[in-house]
């Protein structure tokens, strides 16, 4: 039955090449979460609206993005919107793909933490002479940005495993798509899927670690 | 000179106010009273147009507040109000409570506002609390710094709204303190208050309100020595008791 020779020598030399894979995982995530949060708390604002114009396509996106499989969302943005003749690369497709379901959770923690901030605090804030817009990004925004921190943060580590998703578009320079280039060329299937989990692990974790740290820098009140 | 002329008001179907008229000097010092839900709160917030009216005028300086074309935000300027719930900035210090809309509203420059904000922050005795965060001050500390940051805007009016109703007991008189401070000042003030001492001794005028409608206004020994409506001395009576 155990019939497979590990063989990690052969594992241990593509480090260097799974290393810049997970630069590029980084990357992607990186950028997926800043411009998710910018389009969530467009979203969030935009859920709270009256206008039906400007909630009903707000909805629209947080149920598709929270409710249907990431996996679509990346097939959609590469294959999907290539029918329309819309040919995006895998890396901007899976980027694309990310966003939208960052920005479709993230909308709704934040439109959560909106929620939490005592309505007398935009009225204090006015009542100052402050307009709309500068209220609502000088007093409060920072304290939804508290109230959605941790949150925010398990949404990052998500954002970082999504990115594995990419090899379905052909995505093939993050750390998934290079642990696949690897396995179809060695068929050492288990030991490079192994340190790819391994690395996997240690950024999400490291991003955990680094997000608490920050926190305790930024929000000492 | 703020004048109030046959202000209506409701909220759906509820009237809160129904034909208000007032008119508070400059340097005038006027106390409203009355049972919760008769309207005097509201007021306040229609005042400077947190809250729109249903009819009638509000005139500050001769400026419509409730016209369309009247930039609220620049009125709002020279009309500090202080709440109830004290609604204190969490996430900034007490400085940068109270520098936040001098600088960012005004457009003063840091050192210019802090040099405000901290002459403001001691003069109501909390000059030593400059770097900390209002979680950690009590109820009436959270108060006083709400009333220098609607100080520090040089305000030419200030509504307070029962500023001492959240207090606990022992913390009102630093408050009121604080306001009697500000009416020695020459400051002009609205106080819609539950303070009947304070009413009398530092108010020049006092207004009671019954359900939506100004009984009856009075300078403030007049009002407490002979009130003259009978809801107003029924109120009295059953404080008094």
Redo the contacts between chains.
Sequence with gaps: MFTYTFQWRQAWQKIPLLLDGALVTLEIALLSMAMGVAFAVILAVARNSKSRWIYAPATVWVEVARNTPALFQIYMAHFGLGSFGIHLSPYIALLAGITFNNAGYLAETFRGALRAI?G??L?????????QT?AFR??IM??MF?IAFLPTTNQMVWAILMTSLGVTVGMNTDLAGVTQDINVRSFRTFEIFALAAVIYYLIAKAVTLGARLLARRM??? | MIEIKDVYKSFGTLEVLKGINLTVEKGEVVSVIGGSGSGKSTLL?CI?G?EPINSGSILVDGVEVHAKTTDL??L??K???V?Q?F?A????TVLENVT??PR???GMSKPEAEAIAEKQLAHVGLGDKLAV???RLSGGQQQRM?IA??LA?SPEYVLFDEVTSALDPQLVGEVLDTLKLLADDGMTMICVTHEMTFARDVSDRVAFFHKGIMAEIAPSKEFFNAPQHPETQKFLSNIRS
Excluded: E
């Excluded at chain 1, 009225?123 to 307009?131: F, H, W, Y």
């Excluded at chain 2, 900035?89 to 900034?92: K, M, N």
């Design positions: 005592p007398t605090q009225r204090a804030a006015r009542s100052l002479g402050m307009p500068q000088l007093v920072p304290q508290r929000f000492r009140y | 917030t400077n947190l935000n620049k709002r300027r009309i500090g109000i709440f719930q609604n900035f969490p996430h900034l936040l809309a960012k509203v005004l965060y209002p979680g709400a940051r609607a805007m």
